[in-house]
């Protein structure tokens, strides 16, 4: 059983940065991957960016160049920054881990406007 607890969203204006935390409720050294999931209204949950044990990361096109995956095994946290924030990444953030099982955080609610 593992409990993730995202923290860092808020309201942010266009072209800002913000950097959202996930914190594990165990060591992640051995977790497969650490994900970054966005759901905004109306639309599906999405892959926003993932980063495997083994260091392998991906990201979704839209925000490849503005976004930065990270984890640190020692803290067993994952974290994500954000930068150049668009109005387009507003959205509820979930931190999710496959370990595997698969488990999720309870989101946390980034909004970018002016």
């Known amino acids: 059983q593992v409990q993730l607890v995202e923290s860092g969203g808020g309201l942010v204006q266009p072209g800002g940065s913000l950097r959202l935390s996930c914190a594990a409720s165990?060591?992640?050294?051995?977790?497969?991957?650490m994900c970054w999931y966005r759901q905004a209204p109306g639309n599906q949950r999405e892959l926003v960016a993932m980063?495997?044990?083994?260091?392998?990361?991906s990201y979704a096109e839209s925000v490849q160049g503005r976004f930065t995956i990270s984890r640190d095994n020692a803290k067993s946290t994952a974290s994500l920054q954000m930068n150049s924030l668009k109005p387009e990444d507003t959205a509820v953030y979930y931190c999710?881990?496959?370990?595997?099982?698969?488990?999720w955080g309870q989101g946390t609610q980034v909004t970018v406007s002016s």
């Open positions: 999710y881990a496959n370990v595997p099982p698969q488990y």
């Open positions: 165990r060591n992640i050294v051995t977790i497969y991957a």
């Open positions: 980063m495997t044990s083994g260091g392998r990361i």
